[in-house]
């Protein structure tokens, strides 16, 4: 991203830090995604957000690190989580990867990755797993084949009965609607097929996954 760019997503998140904490479709993947964990000294979440994950990472870990370049998400972060487990990072991922000397057990990052510059990230988050260290990357993709636009189809009717049953309402309000329609605009996803060909380059065999919402899963184990 360029300067202007990043500080109108920064801008944005720090709006969305100020939303409920309600359900979401991030939220829907999370018990998935930690089944595939196993325990370990050190946890990093990347663009950790309010800190929904890095609490439930406590389970997992000795210690959790959350990183995220909104100040209002760290904010809104440590009120939310005060587990002794946890710390708290208001940085750049890029940046926060590159100075550190730890190494993690697990490295995990949600509804983040399409933000960040894939390559040069996976880069650095290879050089920083320890060994039979895991990464998980749960995103949004690029619409390309038919059964791609067949599944967004399909979430598209199983949403409003999902908001019924979690949230007790169809829709999402007017304020969240609002809020996540300006940050949107600055969205970049790559294909299933792209992120095959990066992650695959760069890490090796790796386990990528479709999911129903709009979203899928990556795997590696180093």
Not at 16 to 31: E, K, M, R
Not at 100 to 122: P, Y
Request: net charge positive; charged share 25%; with cysteine.
């Amino acid at each position: 991203m360029n300067n202007g760019t990043e500080e109108n997503v920064i801008n944005q998140f720090n709006i969305i830090s100020g939303l409920p904490a309600v359900w979401d479709h991030n939220q829907h993947y999370h018990n998935y995604l930690l089944k595939k964990l196993d325990y370990c000294s050190l946890s990093l979440d990347i663009g950790c957000g309010t800190g929904e994950l890095t609490r439930l990472l406590c389970t997992y870990s000795e210690k959790v690190t959350g990183i995220d370049i909104s100040r209002e998400m760290i904010h809104t972060a440590l009120k939310r989580n005060r587990d002794k487990k946890i710390e708290y990072k208001n940085i750049d991922a890029m940046e926060y990867l590159t100075s550190t000397d730890r190494t993690f057990g697990v490295i995990i990052s949600i509804a983040a990755f399409h933000h960040m510059e894939e390559r040069k990230m996976l880069e650095l988050i290879k050089s920083k797993l320890s060994k039979k260290g895991k990464l998980i990357i749960l995103d949004l993709y690029k619409q390309e084949t038919l059964l791609e636009y067949a599944l967004s189809f399909l979430a598209m009717l199983v949403n409003p009965i999902m908001m019924l049953i979690k949230r007790g309402r169809l829709f999402v309000t007017k304020k969240e609607r609002e809020a996540w329609r300006d940050h949107f605009q600055y969205d970049n996803y790559l294909t299933i097929k792209e992120i095959k060909n990066i992650s695959r380059e760069i890490l090796g065999k790796v386990v990528v996954k479709r999911h129903l919402f709009w979203r899928y899963s990556l795997i590696y184990e180093n």
